[in-house]
């Protein structure tokens, strides 16, 4: 039988090559290594203003304390140009690439780890990845290598989603596959047991990062994103914009406060990522990230 | 709001209660996970320890590097907990006073009454503008440990809280309860 599917007859590869756009790979090196360093140093305006609505309405005295140095310590390091925290994170990159993009100059993957490498040594950023996690720990020296999850897109451009993630709230996250009957009150408990599990050890006031549905890896991915989404956006999904509302309230009734130490603002924001699952699994991840909630987007 | 400077006396630490803000000069000292594992080895063997912690505080940071024409790098808290094993013992020997970040053991919260101590907490995160009331840096022991050598901080008007007082109090504890609502 003969083969339907066929590419004959259609323009070469190198004639389609015109309409491609052409990127010298030495511009993600300069967007990340400009980037590292703003979010270390710098608060966008949005942030700012939820921090300091946060400080002048949380009923707590101590919890007002924790915010008012909160907000004075954004304002210093950004005047300053110097780290908001000693712990200035591993970098994190989603990388969309337009499936038009022609990459050259280089490696890509080397060009993004250039990017932090200069990143972190020009900004005087601690490095704190370590070259494998068990046995020697051994420092990487210059905060090699940034975790990149790539994704090809529609288009010409190039989108990146990048995060200096502290791991204080790192280390407080998981992911686990709980059973469809567990259902929304399923998801409502683990989602408050991990944040009074990590109580204080998150750095609160924090952002609670969810992932529904996929697979195990995809729950923690979709997690991730919950991270990176833009602030104060909802998933454009009512019914999971409700339970981000209610998730957020429920875990403001915990008490924890800023810092734990006590009061009514514990998390910022939750926020839900889903994806389709199997007819057996309800995947969750819960990922959590501090009140510095370093992360921006770039668009080249 | 109180101002203290170290040597801490037991009836200044007898004063403060969870939830007081403390403006702190004067010297305190540096040690974290590694530090402390050479603090408690060298009492455990019988030998001297390189610094004298009667009525002292020791705060646990390790800096992060320090830029040029600057004093030092960011210097915020690192988490208390992981030093917990180390605390009783130094306690013991006259440390009265810690810094850092996150809940105690309830051993060290005993050891802190028995012993009449307090523990101070500095927000995570907040490591510039700590940074800023950190006017005199010097490594006094373990230099080989780099950032987790113990230095000696002089430090004026540095803001903290009273995390557990020498009265049994724990700002993490009564403070959630005090503001936890049902859903």
């Given at each position: 039988?003969?083969v339907?599917?066929?590419?004959?007859?259609?323009?070469?590869?190198?004639?389609?090559?015109k309409?491609?756009?052409?990127?010298?790979?030495?511009?993600?090196?300069?967007?990340?290594?400009?980037?590292v360093?703003?979010?270390n140093?710098?608060?966008?305006?949005?942030?700012?203003?939820?921090?300091?609505?946060?400080?002048?309405?949380?009923?707590?005295?101590?919890?007002?304390?924790?915010?008012l140095?909160?907000?004075e310590?954004?304002?210093?390091?950004?005047?300053?140009?110097?780290p908001?925290?000693?712990?200035?994170?591993?970098?994190i990159?989603?990388?969309?690439?337009g499936?038009?993009?022609?990459?050259?100059?280089?490696?890509?993957?080397?060009?993004?780890?250039l990017g932090?490498?200069?990143?972190?040594?020009?900004g005087?950023?601690?490095?704190?990845?370590?070259?494998?996690p068990l046995?020697?720990?051994?420092n990487?020296?210059d905060n090699?290598?940034?975790?990149?999850?790539?994704?090809?897109?529609?288009?010409?451009?190039?989108?990146?989603?990048?995060?200096?993630k502290?791991?204080?709230?790192e280390?407080?996250s998981?992911?686990?596959?709980l059973?469809?009957a567990?259902?929304i009150?399923?998801v409502?408990?683990?989602?408050l047991?991990?944040?009074?599990?990590?109580?204080?050890n998150?750095?609160?006031?924090?952002?609670?990062g969810?992932?529904l549905?996929?697979?195990?890896?995809?729950?923690?991915?979709?997690a991730?994103?919950?991270?990176?989404?833009?602030?104060?956006?909802?998933?454009?999904?009512?019914r999971?914009?409700?339970?981000?509302s209610e998730l957020?309230?429920?875990?403001?009734?915990t008490?924890?406060?800023?810092?734990?130490w006590?009061?009514?603002?514990?998390?910022?924001?939750?926020?839900?990522?889903?994806?389709?699952?199997?007819?057996?699994?309800?995947?969750?991840?819960?990922n959590l990230d501090?009140?510095?909630?370093?992360?921006?987007?770039?668009?080249? | 709001?109180?101002?203290?400077?170290?040597?801490?006396?037991?009836?200044?630490?007898?004063?403060l209660r969870?939830?007081?803000?403390?403006?702190?000069?004067?010297?305190?000292?540096?040690?974290?996970?590694?530090?402390?594992?050479?603090?408690?080895?060298?009492?455990r063997?019988?030998?001297?320890?390189?610094?004298?912690?009667?009525?002292q505080i020791i705060?646990?940071?390790?800096?992060?590097?320090?830029p040029?024409?600057?004093?030092?790098g960011?210097a915020?808290?690192?988490?208390?907990?992981?030093?917990?094993?180390?605390?009783?013992?130094l306690?013991?020997?006259g440390l009265?006073g810690?810094?850092g970040k996150?809940?105690?053991s309830?051993?060290?919260?005993?050891?802190?009454?028995q012993?009449?101590?307090?523990?101070f907490?500095?927000?995570?995160?907040?490591?510039?503008l700590?940074s800023?009331?950190i006017?005199e840096?010097?490594?006094?022991?373990y230099?080989?440990?780099?950032?987790?050598?113990?230095?000696?901080?002089?430090?004026?008007?540095?803001?903290?809280?009273?995390g557990?007082d020498?009265h049994?109090?724990?700002?993490?504890?009564q403070g959630?309860a005090?503001f936890?609502?049902?859903?």
């Amino acid at each position: 039988m003969e083969v339907t599917c066929s590419n004959k007859g259609k323009p070469h590869f190198s004639k389609l090559c015109k309409f491609m756009r052409k990127m010298n790979v030495a511009t993600i090196s300069d967007a990340v290594c400009n980037a590292v360093q703003s979010l270390n140093f710098h608060t966008p305006a949005p942030t700012l203003n939820q921090l300091i609505k946060v400080r002048d309405t949380e009923p707590s005295p101590a919890g007002r304390q924790a915010m008012l140095e909160i907000v004075e310590n954004r304002v210093i390091a950004s005047q300053r140009k110097v780290p908001m925290c000693q712990d200035s994170g591993m970098v994190i990159i989603f990388l969309q690439v337009g499936q038009d993009v022609h990459f050259f100059g280089g490696d890509l993957n080397a060009a993004i780890n250039l990017g932090v490498q200069q990143g972190y040594a020009e900004g005087f950023l601690r490095k704190s990845v370590v070259a494998e996690p068990l046995f020697e720990r051994s420092n990487t020296g210059d905060n090699t290598p940034a975790v990149v999850h790539l994704e090809i897109v529609a288009g010409d451009k190039v989108r990146l989603n990048i995060a200096c993630k502290g791991f204080g709230a790192e280390n407080m996250s998981w992911v686990r596959v709980l059973t469809p009957a567990d259902g929304i009150k399923g998801v409502k408990a683990e989602v408050l047991r991990c944040v009074l599990e990590a109580g204080p050890n998150a750095c609160p006031p924090m952002i609670v990062g969810v992932g529904l549905g996929g697979t195990l890896e995809i729950a923690a991915l979709l997690a991730k994103k919950a991270l990176m989404r833009k602030g104060g956006s909802h998933n454009p999904d009512t019914r999971y914009a409700v339970l981000e509302s209610e998730l957020l309230h429920q875990v403001n009734c915990t008490g924890i406060g800023p810092q734990g130490w006590g009061g009514i603002n514990t998390a910022l924001e939750v926020r839900i990522e889903f994806y389709p699952t199997h007819i057996a699994a309800l995947p969750i991840a819960i990922n959590l990230d501090c009140h510095l909630q370093r992360h921006t987007e770039v668009v080249l | 709001m109180f101002q203290l400077r170290p040597p801490l006396s037991p009836e200044i630490i007898a004063t403060l209660r969870i939830g007081d803000v403390v403006l702190l000069s004067g010297t305190i000292y540096t040690a974290r996970d590694a530090a402390h594992q050479r603090l408690a080895d060298a009492a455990r063997a019988g030998h001297s320890l390189p610094l004298n912690v009667a009525g002292q505080i020791i705060y646990y940071v390790g800096p992060a590097p320090t830029p040029p024409g600057k004093i030092i790098g960011p210097a915020g808290p690192t988490t208390s907990g992981r030093v917990d094993v180390f605390t009783p013992p130094l306690l013991q020997l006259g440390l009265k006073g810690m810094i850092g970040k996150g809940k105690r053991s309830p051993l060290v919260r005993r050891a802190l009454q028995q012993h009449c101590a307090v523990y101070f907490l500095l927000v995570g995160g907040a490591a510039a503008l700590i940074s800023e009331h950190i006017k005199e840096v010097a490594v006094v022991a373990y230099h080989d440990l780099g950032t987790e050598a113990i230095h000696r901080f002089e430090v004026e008007q540095l803001r903290l809280v009273v995390g557990n007082d020498c009265h049994g109090g724990d700002l993490f504890e009564q403070g959630q309860a005090a503001f936890q609502q049902a859903v």
